[in-house]
T-cell receptor
Framework: NAGVTQTPKFRVLKTGQSMTLLCAQD?????MYWYRQDPGMGLRLIHY???????AKGEVPDGYNVSRLKKQNFLLGLESAAPSQTSVYFC?????????FGPGTRLTVL | GENVEQHPSTLSVQEGDSAVIKCTYS??????FPWYKQELGKGPQLIID?????GEKKDQRIAVTLNKTAKHFSLHITETQPEDSAVYFC????????FGAGTILRVKS
């Protein structure tokens, strides 16, 4: 089992550019999450999904969109990147109450 | 909504000493309290959790205590080792996890 994987690992964008972060899990979990991690602020929930075809907003959803077309994949999109979106992004899937995190994507927006 | 505060933000201990990290939460509906460890360059990993119907839980050198009345819970690591050096996050869940800001633990050998 690969667990939760994220691509890419690193990315640098210019303000206004768009990109998609991909999260994949091979554990057949229904619930999946996208977080951002910023210094001194812990992990903040951006969006989540309770199953294929569903998405919901978390604590900090503005500027992001998500899609869950397949159960194993959860995509996070930035339509027009801003410097405030410079962060480390983590995806997680959940079984029971335990969340399993991917290795993260470090995104810098110039 | 839920708010979780975590202290201290950094903690340095000598190898073999104990380390204690404390968290407080605001929502009395929270009933699940996990602790995650994040090593450098990796995603967080669950190390221990406790539910609201239990006051204490222990797993080898790690223990967690919960005081529902005071709305606080703590992580205790005994006999610390260099490999315990990491960032530790507490979280509370009324329905979705809300994380504390994290504690950087450094174990000096």
């Amino acid at each position: 089992n690969a667990g939760v994987t994220q691509t890419p690992k690193f990315r640098v964008l210019k303000t206004g550019q768009s990109m998609t972060l991909l999260c994949a899990q091979d554990m057949n979990h229904e619930y999946m999450y996208w977080y951002r991690q910023d210094p001194g602020m812990g992990l903040r929930l951006i969006h989540y999904s309770v199953g294929e075809g569903t998405t919901a907003k978390g604590e900090v959803p503005d500027g992001y969109n998500v899609s869950r077309l397949k159960k194993q994949n959860f995509l996070l999109g930035l339509e027009s990147a801003a410097p405030s979106q410079t962060s480390v992004y983590f995806c997680a899937s959940e079984r029971g109450d335990t969340q399993y995190f991917g290795p993260g994507t470090r995104l810098t927006v110039l | 909504g839920e708010n979780v505060e975590q202290h201290p933000s950094t903690l340095s201990v000598q190898e073999g000493d104990s380390a204690v990290i404390k968290c407080t939460y605001s929502d009395s509906a929270s009933n699940y309290f996990p602790w995650y460890k994040q090593e450098l360059g990796k995603g967080p990993q669950l190390i221990i959790d406790i539910r609201s119907n239990v006051g204490e839980k222990k797993d080898q050198r790690i223990a967690v205590t919960l005081n529902k009345t005071a709305k606080h819970f703590s992580l205790h690591i005994t006999e610390t080792q260099p490999e315990d050096s990491a960032v530790y996050f507490c979280a509370a869940s009324p329905n979705k996890l809300v994380f504390g800001a994290g504690t950087i633990l450094r174990v000096k050998s």
